[in-house]
Nanobody, 121 residues
Protein backbone atom coordinates (compact mmCIF):
# COMPACT_ATOMS: atom_id res chain seq x y z
CA UNK A 1 0.00 0.00 0.00
CA UNK A 2 1.25 3.46 -0.91
CA UNK A 3 0.48 6.82 0.63
CA UNK A 4 1.28 10.34 -0.48
CA UNK A 5 1.14 12.83 2.38
CA UNK A 6 1.21 16.54 1.63
CA UNK A 7 2.02 19.37 3.99
CA UNK A 8 2.75 23.07 3.92
CA UNK A 9 -0.48 24.64 2.73
CA UNK A 10 -2.08 27.61 4.43
CA UNK A 11 -3.16 31.21 4.18
CA UNK A 12 -0.80 33.84 2.80
CA UNK A 13 -1.09 37.37 1.50
CA UNK A 14 -0.59 38.18 -2.15
CA UNK A 15 3.10 38.43 -2.93
CA UNK A 16 4.00 35.95 -0.22
CA UNK A 17 5.52 32.49 -0.37
CA UNK A 18 4.67 28.96 0.67
CA UNK A 19 6.50 25.65 0.38
CA UNK A 20 4.57 22.44 -0.11
CA UNK A 21 6.00 19.00 0.59
CA UNK A 22 4.78 15.56 -0.41
CA UNK A 23 6.28 12.34 0.89
CA UNK A 24 5.51 8.95 -0.59
CA UNK A 25 5.65 5.90 1.66
CA UNK A 26 4.74 2.23 1.58
CA UNK A 27 5.50 -0.50 -0.91
CA UNK A 28 7.72 1.47 -3.30
CA UNK A 29 10.42 0.09 -5.58
CA UNK A 30 10.76 3.09 -7.85
CA UNK A 31 9.10 6.43 -8.58
CA UNK A 32 9.01 7.91 -12.05
CA UNK A 33 7.19 11.21 -12.53
CA UNK A 34 6.11 13.29 -9.57
CA UNK A 35 4.21 16.53 -9.62
CA UNK A 36 1.57 18.92 -8.45
CA UNK A 37 -1.92 19.68 -9.69
CA UNK A 38 -4.46 22.10 -8.29
CA UNK A 39 -8.19 22.54 -8.25
CA UNK A 40 -9.93 25.82 -7.55
CA UNK A 41 -13.62 25.95 -6.55
CA UNK A 42 -15.87 25.34 -9.54
CA UNK A 43 -12.94 24.51 -11.82
CA UNK A 44 -11.32 21.38 -13.15
CA UNK A 45 -8.11 20.03 -11.73
CA UNK A 46 -5.17 21.47 -13.66
CA UNK A 47 -1.48 20.78 -14.02
CA UNK A 48 0.89 22.97 -12.03
CA UNK A 49 4.20 21.23 -12.66
CA UNK A 50 5.74 17.78 -13.06
CA UNK A 51 9.28 16.49 -12.61
CA UNK A 52 10.84 13.26 -13.89
CA UNK A 53 13.25 11.15 -11.87
CA UNK A 54 16.17 12.71 -13.76
CA UNK A 55 14.98 16.24 -13.02
CA UNK A 56 13.23 17.32 -16.21
CA UNK A 57 10.36 19.67 -15.47
CA UNK A 58 7.16 20.83 -17.13
CA UNK A 59 5.54 23.98 -15.74
CA UNK A 60 2.15 25.46 -16.48
CA UNK A 61 2.56 28.88 -18.09
CA UNK A 62 0.62 30.48 -15.24
CA UNK A 63 3.29 29.56 -12.67
CA UNK A 64 6.52 29.78 -14.68
CA UNK A 65 9.06 32.01 -13.00
CA UNK A 66 7.18 31.95 -9.68
CA UNK A 67 7.01 28.29 -8.67
CA UNK A 68 9.89 25.82 -8.42
CA UNK A 69 9.59 22.07 -8.11
CA UNK A 70 12.31 19.84 -6.67
CA UNK A 71 12.60 16.30 -5.40
CA UNK A 72 14.71 14.19 -3.09
CA UNK A 73 14.71 10.71 -4.58
CA UNK A 74 16.29 9.14 -1.51
CA UNK A 75 13.35 10.39 0.56
CA UNK A 76 10.65 9.80 -2.08
CA UNK A 77 9.70 13.42 -1.56
CA UNK A 78 8.74 16.25 -3.87
CA UNK A 79 8.58 19.93 -3.00
CA UNK A 80 6.89 22.97 -4.48
CA UNK A 81 8.30 26.38 -3.64
CA UNK A 82 5.69 28.99 -4.47
CA UNK A 83 6.75 32.64 -4.60
CA UNK A 84 4.96 35.82 -5.63
CA UNK A 85 1.65 34.19 -4.90
CA UNK A 86 -1.50 35.66 -6.39
CA UNK A 87 -5.16 35.32 -5.34
CA UNK A 88 -5.75 33.23 -8.47
CA UNK A 89 -3.33 30.63 -7.09
CA UNK A 90 -5.92 29.82 -4.43
CA UNK A 91 -6.81 26.14 -4.76
CA UNK A 92 -6.43 22.70 -3.27
CA UNK A 93 -3.01 21.42 -4.33
CA UNK A 94 -2.61 17.71 -5.00
CA UNK A 95 0.61 15.77 -5.16
CA UNK A 96 0.91 12.92 -7.66
CA UNK A 97 3.49 10.21 -8.26
CA UNK A 98 3.90 7.29 -10.67
CA UNK A 99 5.05 4.38 -8.53
CA UNK A 100 6.47 0.96 -9.33
CA UNK A 101 5.90 -1.60 -6.58
CA UNK A 102 8.50 -4.13 -7.70
CA UNK A 103 11.30 -4.46 -10.26
CA UNK A 104 9.88 -4.87 -13.74
CA UNK A 105 6.34 -4.08 -12.64
CA UNK A 106 4.00 -1.46 -14.03
CA UNK A 107 3.90 2.12 -12.78
CA UNK A 108 0.70 3.21 -11.06
CA UNK A 109 -0.39 6.77 -10.47
CA UNK A 110 -1.16 7.82 -6.92
CA UNK A 111 -2.61 11.03 -5.52
CA UNK A 112 -2.30 12.76 -2.19
CA UNK A 113 -5.27 13.97 -0.19
CA UNK A 114 -4.71 17.61 -1.12
CA UNK A 115 -3.65 20.66 0.83
CA UNK A 116 -5.44 24.02 0.77
CA UNK A 117 -3.57 27.11 -0.38
CA UNK A 118 -5.39 30.41 0.07
CA UNK A 119 -3.94 33.69 -1.14
CA UNK A 120 -5.62 36.83 0.10
CA UNK A 121 -5.53 40.11 -1.82
Amino acid sequence: QVQLVESGGGLVQAGGSLRLSCAASGSIFSINNMGWYRQAPGKQRELVVTITNDGSTNYADTVKGRFTISRENAKNTVYLQMNSLKPEDTAVYYCTASIQYRRGGNYYRHWGQGTQVTVSS
